[in-house]
């Protein structure tokens, strides 16, 4: 956090409504990766020039999956598969770049691989997760939230131009019926086999969101969200609604 500190003051902060800079996990992990990369991004604001469009991967598996858990596909008495959904955001999203791109073609065969391969991808996991599915119920999808950096006890307030505020998307909020558990739910598109690499478990997202999910779903979210949330399990037993109430949040999944 020092780093983020002795910020230039050419750098042109994001600005919420109240004028308070933010902060993302993409500008941790760049601070982490490479210190000078982030400064050419986050000081210079520069940017690589792009050679040729790529393809949003992570962000329409996303969306291919909030459409899936979302509260009007799950009433359906057949939901909406997410690789279907993958399928049409993903032509939508190549019609638009080749109406950016003029007279792009993908020569590398790249956008089609990824095709097949988020196609693969949704198909496995709908497999994966249908028989544990029925345990959980999905309370709420991608919610944006914002809340002030904890500073922790004898650390110096944070000044300007450094950013007060922490921001992130929580992807599914979950409750754990056979264990009446609050989960967070958190997708991660990786080239590597997340169960044999470690490297998750230290993920800045995770942890960030671990530090200020609980904290404004319970005490900064709109109303409505905590309302969707009880409302979630109003058909349930009472031990049921008393647990999603409290807003406590055993682990992130």
């Known amino acids: ?33 490479c210190r000078q990369k982030w400064s050419w991004s986050y000081v210079d604001l520069l940017k690589p020039k792009a050679e040729a469009p790529a393809l949003r991967f992570g962000t329409l598996i996303h969306k291919a999956l909030e459409h899936y858990y979302g509260k009007v596909n799950q009433a359906r008495r057949k ?10 955001l993903y032509e ?8 950016e791109w003029r007279n792009w073609r993908d020569e590398d065969d790249e956008w089609h691989t990824y095709y097949e391969l988020g196609i693969t991808m949704l198909e496995g996991y709908v497999v994966h997760w249908k028989a544990q599915d029925s345990e959980y119920l999905t309370l709420a999808t991608e919610q944006r939230f914002q809340m002030p950096i ?3 006890e004898g650390e110096s307030p944070l ?15 979950l409750y754990h019926l056979p264990t009446r558990r609050l989960l967070f739910g958190d997708y991660k598109t990786t080239k590597n ?3 044999k690499n470690s490297f998750l478990a230290l993920d800045e997202q995770v942890g960030a969101y671990w530090t200020y999910g609980p904290i404004w779903l319970a005490l900064s979210a709109p109303g ?5 949330m009880t409302d ?20 992130i999944l």
């Open 1 to 33: 956090m020092n780093a983020m500190t002795k910020r230039s003051a050419r750098s042109k902060p994001q600005q919420t409504i109240t004028g308070q800079e933010l902060l993302r996990t993409s500008e941790r992990s760049s601070l982490n990766r």
């Open 79 to 88: 939901p909406i598969h997410p690789a279907v959904t993958f399928k049409r």
């Open 92 to 99: 939508e999203e190549l019609k638009q770049t080749k109406e």
């Open 150 to 152: 904890i500073i922790p």
């Open 159 to 173: 000044k300007p131009p450094s950013p007060t505020m922490y921001v992130g998307t929580l992807d599914r909020v």
């Open 193 to 195: 086999d997340p169960t």
């Open 224 to 228: 409505a969200v905590r309302r969707q």
């Open 232 to 251: 979630a399990v109003a058909h349930l037993p009472l031990a049921h609604r008393n647990a999603v109430k409290e807003f406590r949040f055993d682990g």
